[in-house]
């Protein structure tokens, strides 16, 4: 059975991450993110939302684990900072219902979404550039990176909350993320 652990970041909808691969069927454990690396033993790793840069703890090293890993919010955040892309602040703070639109229809992370697409995103802070290597996978009138993927390392990010209810096809994220693991 494939294992899919989250890491904690405080985000106040991480054990709602969890829930999500444990309704797909997936394997799934909490982790706290100053659980050392080596320590973990995962097909793929969630890297959750959480309220701020100075509490991830140890994820940054996690991106050198050699298997996917999918970024939530702050998670994608985390990810575009420590491989050289950029993230700002917002001009929309606070969660909002938002509408995205994919732009990559082979992308294996979203590009099985409808090609618009409803979601639920904080937009406080976001990417503004995507590291080298990424591609950006969806965008909005809100934010003009909504998703990215590095396909050749796995490594894939979403500005919004696959694991709400207010998201629509936030299933397909999971299940898609698990397809990639697998």
Do not use: K
């Not at 033993?41 to 991106?63: C, K, Q, T």
């Amino acid at each position: 059975m494939t294992r899919i652990d989250v890491i904690d970041n405080h985000g106040q909808f991480t054990h709602l991450e969890q829930r999500a691969l444990r309704d797909i069927g997936v394997e799934s454990s909490l982790i706290d993110n100053t659980t050392p690396p080596e320590e973990i033993d995962a097909d793929g790793l969630v890297l959750s939302g959480g309220p701020s840069m100075d509490r991830i703890g140890n994820s940054p090293e996690y991106l050198d684990r050699d298997i996917p890993v999918l970024g939530i919010c702050l998670g994608m955040q985390l990810m575009a900072v420590e491989l050289d892309g950029a993230v700002g602040e917002g001009d929309y703070g606070g969660y909002a219902d938002v509408t995205v639109e994919i732009l990559d229809d082979a992308d294996p992370l979203v590009g099985s979404l409808a090609p618009e697409t409803r979601v639920w995103a904080s937009h406080a802070d976001e990417v503004t550039q995507v590291p080298t290597g990424f591609e950006r996978t969806a965008t909005s009138d809100v934010c003009d990176v909504e998703a990215m993927s590095d396909t050749d390392r796995d490594l894939y990010g979403v500005q919004w909350h696959p694991e709400v209810a207010h998201t629509e096809e936030g299933e397909a994220v999971f299940e898609n993320f698990l397809s990639i693991c697998e």
